[in-house]
């Protein structure tokens, strides 16, 4: 039955203004059960095809059609599904996490399947597959300190763990020595052996000799499609070399097959290599036996009877004995939900980065907040500096005198008189306060002291509401039957109290402006500067 279908497979790449054709036009149909491997030469667009088959990514025009489903133009959220349902991924470089042990980075793909197991049940499942491909001892190991024929079986492990109809192995064997790259593809051999179809790419010839068939792609274009006769060269070799009794098996097996191109009949031969090669390899010395231990993917293809074999075809997930499965040691584990666990796990595999990150997060929010905030500060005082200086007043000056043509400036002709603030006051319903003001400069003396203010000004008591200057240090201000009554009162500031009295207390005493004795009866508040000091 067929899983596969692509017709007519299209992909460009765009690069700025310039078009990449990539695939053009590939057809080709695999069926379940199927070892296949898909050759060609680097540049040749295998991994672009694979991306395609493996719904990371979509034809630019065709079809692809997955187990009767035409799944090329998905969205990318139904990719994910068939993704996480169908398929399964070995990439050539194993993207593990490193920092992550082998039975989580088995685990976590469940995560993001469309019914989550419980967590017990993930890692006995984990630890199921790991212990299949030969790492039950490993479970707890950073992937970071596996080798890399290790690292590529938790990859495998890991591709498996969501029981996909279809594995896809994007040349899984480049970054490996030849011996552990015998074993990784006779690993898949015996996934195939078990009923999952397998999609194998590769560049090495040695490499496609493993499959039952051999797509060739070059150019973007299917050059051949054919199945493969005889038996593998690697797997006689690897056989003669551990088991002396392999190339026994692989041609029995052959033989009790229905043929090399049948499906059925493929699954029925790898098993007869691998009873054969368990044969020969337990009739070996102990020795043997040892090396038979330590190859995993040896146990994994040798260590079954054909009938073990026969009732391992159902899937490899039914269950192994002796599987260690790991306590479950953190309470996260089990109470969260997958992506907070995945979240706290990646936080706590990274200590160190995760509270500098902290830190910086803090520091950086916190600045943020100061800066706001120092801002906000120093607006609010400049606003209160303003307003004191007097942020609403109007100042209104009488206009400029002149004789002789020579004028002398603002305020120096006396056209503004007293009735003239009286009647803004009455007149204008936004005016709050009216004062009128008349200026003199000179000095100020008491006694043997004196001292020259900014301003000496004759007005009435509303002069301190405009001025905003309600606060009096001591004493009162003048009222306005002083003003009527021509009173010659006055309050000074505080500079001037401070001056001429020294400490004393100037209420009730007199100081002279412009020969003229004023009776001090009040002092004002302190203010600050004023924009004229
Ligand atoms: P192979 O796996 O056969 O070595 P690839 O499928 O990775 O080849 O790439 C085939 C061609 O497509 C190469 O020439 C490559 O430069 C180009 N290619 C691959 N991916 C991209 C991309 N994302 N953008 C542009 N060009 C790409
Ligand atoms: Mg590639």
């Known amino acids: 039955m067929e899983l596969i279908r692509v017709e007519n497979l299209c992909k460009t790449y765009h690069l700025g203004e310039v078009d990449v054709p990539v695939l053009k036009g590939v057809s080709f149909s695999i069926h379940r059960g199927e070892l296949v491997a898909l050759m060609g030469a680097s540049g040749s667009g295998k991994s672009t095809l694979m991306n395609v088959l493996g719904c990371l990514d979509r034809p630019t025009s065709g079809e692809y059609w997955l187990d009767g489903r035409e799944v090329g133009q998905l969205a990318p959220n139904e990719r994910a599904i068939v993704r996480t349902s169908k398929l399964g991924f070995v990439f050539q470089s194993f993207n593990l996490l490193g920092r992550t042990s082998a039975i989580n980075n088995v685990a976590m793909p469940l995560d993001y399947s469309l019914s989550p197991p419980p967590v017990a049940k993930a890692i006995e499942r984990a630890s199921e597959l790991l212990t299949r491909v030969g790492l039950g001892h490993r479970l707890d190991h950073l992937s970071s300190q596996m080798s890399g024929g290790q690292q590529q079986r938790v990859a495998i492990a890991r591709s498996l763990i969501n029981q996909p109809s279809l594995l896809l192995a994007d040349e899984p064997t480049g970054n490996l020595d030849s011996h552990t790259s015998v074993e990784i593809l ?195 005082a400049l606003m209160q500096t303003m307003s004191t200086m007097g942020a609403n007043n109007l100042l209104i000056q009488s206009g400029a005198a002149a004789s002789g043509g020579v004028s002398w400036g603002l305020g120096s002709a006396k056209t503004l008189t007293p009735q003239d603030a009286i009647e803004i006051g009455n007149q204008c319903e936004n005016v709050e306060a009216v004062a009128p003001i008349v200026q003199v400069r000179g000095q100020i003396v008491r006694g043997n002291k004196n001292w020259t203010p900014q301003s000496v000004c004759g007005t009435t008591p509303d002069y301190l509401i405009v001025r905003d200057w309600t606060n009096m240090d001591s004493g009162h201000m003048f009222s306005d039957q002083d003003v009527r009554g021509s009173v010659k009162t006055c309050v000074i500031g505080l500079t001037i109290a401070h001056e001429l009295f020294e400490g004393e207390n100037p209420l009730n005493q007199d100081i002279r402006v412009q020969n003229v004795a004023l009776r001090v009866v009040g002092v004002l508040g302190r203010k600050g500067a004023s924009m004229f000091g």
């Open 186 to 380: 006779n690993m898949f051999r015996e996934l195939n052996a078990t009923g999952i179809t397998v999609l194998l790419v590769t560049h090495d010839p040695d490499v496609a000799t493993f499959a039952d068939r051999t797509i060739h792609i070059v150019d973007g274009l299917i050059d051949s499609d054919r199945r493969n006769s005889g038996a593998s060269p690697h797997m006689a070799h690897f056989g003669d070399e551990n088991h002396n009794g392999s190339s026994n098996g692989d041609g029995n097996g052959k033989a009790n097959g229905n043929g090399h191109g049948n499906g059925n009949g493929r699954k029925h031969a790898i098993p007869a290599i691998a009873a054969a090669a368990a044969t020969g390899a337990r009739a070996e010395s102990g020795q043997a036996s040892t090396e038979l231990l330590e190859a995993p993917s040896q146990v994994g293809i040798a260590a079954h009877s054909s009938s073990e074999v026969e009732a391992k075809t159902a899937g490899p997930f039914a269950p192994e004995k002796n599987v260690r499965v790991p306590k479950i040691r953190h309470l996260a584990a089990s109470f969260f939900p997958p992506t907070l666990r995945t979240a706290v796990n990646a936080l706590r595999r990274n200590k160190m980065r995760s509270a500098l990150t902290t830190i910086g997060i803090i520091i950086g929010v916190a600045a943020v907040i100061a800066m706001v905030e120092i801002s906000n500060g120093s607006k609010t």
